[in-house]
């Protein structure tokens, strides 16, 4: 119950960090300085109006100053982080596993909402998500496929662990950019981004080829439905109309990496 209502709390912090980084790193602007501001009238923002969740309900959604509204996604984003720590914190409590849990969905809920808002993937996110996940790897046990076999055991299971990170990075995103290669040169237009591959390297990086193989398969399905129903509703071109990728494939990975060991039993984040 305690780890629990703290991932909740922390959640929130860290949900209300995120939204100053989904708004300033697709934009290179530090997210350390300056202070928190208003988007539209670029008013500084005072400590008791930047309190998570709260000041938000209090203000009725709008900026003290020039009263203009403030995005749903700012309520939505530390509403999910808050959610997905108060799972990982209640599967896991106060381990590695559970701080490995937080970092991954709080990395993967700021690429979701900087690919809806901004079609970037920020490289703080991705690149950096990926050397966490193999460092992670150095503490928290991930589960292999073929590197228990590979990995002489008197080497101890970390290597193991390392391994399984590096190869569900390298093997993931390698077939994925494989896939939007091969699109470009039949299509003569570019399929994915670089930055969707760099997520995905992320992804395996934290969850290892088991983990991202699945991501994959339910990001795509969720890319192909949910985005073929938008298009359709929207009546854009089926040609032309590029989909943030990225963000099902995020979805996919909060499901698999988050949702899926507590809910599901799903491959899992550690022991």
């Known amino acids: 119950m305690i780890e629990t209502l703290a991932g909740t709390l922390f959640g929130l912090i860290i949900g209300s960090f995120l939204n100053v980084c989904i708004y300033r790193m697709p934009r290179d602007v530090s997210v350390v300085a300056p202070r928190s501001f208003c988007p539209h009238c670029e008013a500084p923002i005072a400590w008791y109006d930047n309190i998570p969740l709260v000041s938000f309900l209090l203000l009725g959604g709008r900026c003290r100053h020039c009263q203009a509204r403030i995005p749903l996604r700012y309520l939505v984003v530390e509403l999910l982080t808050a959610a ?57 046990p991930l589960d292999s496929f073929f590197m228990a076999l590979l990995v002489p055991q008197a080497w101890g299971p970390r ?78 071109d089926y040609s032309t109309y590029e989909l943030p990728f990225g963000s099902f494939l995020g979805v996919a990975a909060l499901i698999v990496g988050v949702y899926g060991p507590v809910l599901l039993g799903w491959p899992r984040l550690g022991p």
């Open 84 to 140: 997905s720590f108060a799972l990982v914190a209640h599967r896991y409590g106060f381990t590695f596993a559970g701080l490995k849990g937080c970092v991954f969905s709080a990395l993967v809920i700021g690429l979701v909402f900087s690919d809806l808002e901004e079609f970037i993937l920020p490289d703080e996110l991705t690149v950096g998500g990926a050397v966490a996940g193999v460092l992670f790897a150095l503490a928290v």
């Open 159 to 236: 290597p193991v662990w390392i391994a399984e990170s590096l190869l569900g990075a390298i093997v993931s995103s390698g077939a994925l950019w494989i896939v939007g290669a091969l699109y470009q040169r039949l299509r003569k237009r570019e399929g994915l981004g670089l930055g969707d591959v760099k997520m995905v390297a992320m992804i395996g990086a934290f969850l290892g080829l088991q983990g991202a193989l699945l991501t994959l398969v339910i990001g795509s399905v969720l890319g192909s439905v949910i985005g073929l129903l938008f298009i359709t509703i929207a009546r854009k």
